[in-house]
């Protein structure tokens, strides 16, 4: 996002105060308090709290920039050791240059040995094929949407009140360190006492932010969940149809942990995500009635006497 041209030529006058960049302002030589500006943020006061304190700790370690784009499922396959398989590239005779993932494990006897980019990921895109739910199972997917898209219009509206309510605690919390400032006679208790309402004021700007945010009106259906329900419809649809950062996401998506490439030519028993085991136990699982029987065991019962038996010997049939 560019910078604003008044927040340009403002910077020549004065340095820029790092607040402006979340839609306050303040400039102390000027006597002119931390307070909401006339424009608009680039970022959230909340997000621009939580990079201060970033910028205080460690940071974390940035993207990695080597995931070549030719080779979506390097770093998201292992190989039966548990290595993963990286992505490489081989030059054939007649000069043709072929893509091929391979195991570079030491003690793997798979060692070098590579895969064709086409088998790994075709086989690959025929596991999304199979991951394909039913009408049936979508439907009833399509009705839990609408159930969460309801529930989550009634929580906004509670979720506005219960802010309003903190806006108005933080505020009375705020007037009554006011009124000990005024009595307070040591200059220990003056800083603690600003200090704390410094900490209040930061609280009460993020809580008005997020009642702004509240305020919004809840997305129309179709544009919160319409891609949710495509994905889980046709995952194959979207991977075909999508570039590269789409597919990683698919990938994240659709699997809990990384996938095994056995070396039969297929993929192990993937582990998948929470929304398809969901569709694929709980929707489609068969459901038996329990037979005129009984489920315990067959037990021994004695047959009633006839003429043709002895009264001291008994005969016993299966129940």
């Known amino acids: 996002m560019p910078v604003p041209i008044f927040l340009q030529f403002f910077s020549i006058v004065v340095p820029v105060p790092i607040f402006l960049y979340a839609g306050y302002i303040e400039y102390k030589p000027w006597n002119i308090t931390l307070r909401k500006g006339q424009h608009e943020g680039m970022v959230s006061y909340e997000t621009f709290l939580k990079i201060q304190e970033r910028l205080k700790g460690r940071t974390n370690a940035p993207a990695r920039k080597d995931l070549n784009k030719d080779s979506v499922m390097r770093g998201a396959v292992t190989c039966e050791c548990g290595n993963h398989l990286t992505a490489c590239w081989s030059k054939s005779r007649n000069g043709k240059h072929h893509a091929y993932y391979v195991c570079q494990n030491r003690k793997c006897e798979y060692k070098g040995k590579s895969i064709r980019r086409d088998v790994l990921e075709g086989e690959f895109e025929t596991l999304l094929k199979n991951l394909t739910p039913a009408k049936s199972v979508m439907t009833i997917a399509d009705k839990m949407f609408h159930m969460l898209w309801d529930?989550?219009?009634?929580?906004?509206?509670?979720?506005?009140?219960?802010?309003?309510?903190?806006?108005?605690?933080?505020?009375?919390?705020?007037?009554?360190?006011?009124?000990?400032?005024?009595?307070?006679?040591?200059?220990?208790?003056?800083?603690?006492?600003?200090?704390?309402?410094?900490?209040?004021?930061?609280?009460?700007?993020?809580?008005?932010?997020?009642?702004?945010?509240?305020?919004?009106?809840?997305?129309?259906?179709?544009?919160?969940?319409?891609?949710?329900?495509?994905?889980?419809?046709?995952?194959?649809?979207?991977?075909?149809?999508?570039?590269?950062?789409?597919?990683?996401?698919?990938?994240?998506?659709?699997?809990?942990?990384?996938?095994?490439?056995?070396?039969?030519?297929?993929?192990?028993?993937?582990?998948?995500?929470?929304?398809?085991?969901?569709?694929?136990?709980?929707?489609?699982?068969?459901?038996?009635?329990?037979?005129?029987?009984?489920?315990?065991?067959?037990?021994?019962?004695?047959?009633?006497?006839?003429?043709?038996?002895?009264?001291?010997?008994?005969?016993?049939?299966?129940?």
């Not at 903190?166 to 919390?173: C, L, T």
């Not at 891609?227 to 995952?235: F, K, R």
């Not at 038996?288 to 006497?305: D, H, K, N, S, Y």
């Open 151 to 319: 529930y989550r219009a009634t929580e906004q509206a509670k979720r506005q009140s219960q802010i309003t309510q903190e806006i108005a605690s933080i505020e009375r919390k705020l007037d009554s360190l006011l009124d000990k400032i005024v009595e307070a006679e040591s200059d220990i208790v003056v800083k603690a006492y600003e200090k704390k309402i410094k900490t209040l004021e930061d609280e009460k700007r993020v809580l008005e932010e997020k009642a702004a945010q509240t305020k919004q009106p809840v997305k129309p259906f179709d544009e919160m969940y319409r891609t949710a329900l495509n994905y889980l419809a046709n995952p194959y649809k979207i991977w075909a149809c999508g570039g590269f950062d789409m597919r990683r996401t698919l990938l994240k998506l659709t699997f809990e942990d990384k996938l095994v490439w056995d070396r039969k030519g297929m993929y192990r028993t993937p582990n998948l995500s929470l929304p398809f085991k969901a569709l694929g136990e709980v929707f489609t699982s068969k459901k038996l009635m329990v037979p005129r029987a009984g489920l315990e065991p067959a037990r021994l019962a004695p047959l009633p006497p006839q003429d043709s038996v002895s009264t001291n010997s008994t005969t016993w049939a299966l129940i």
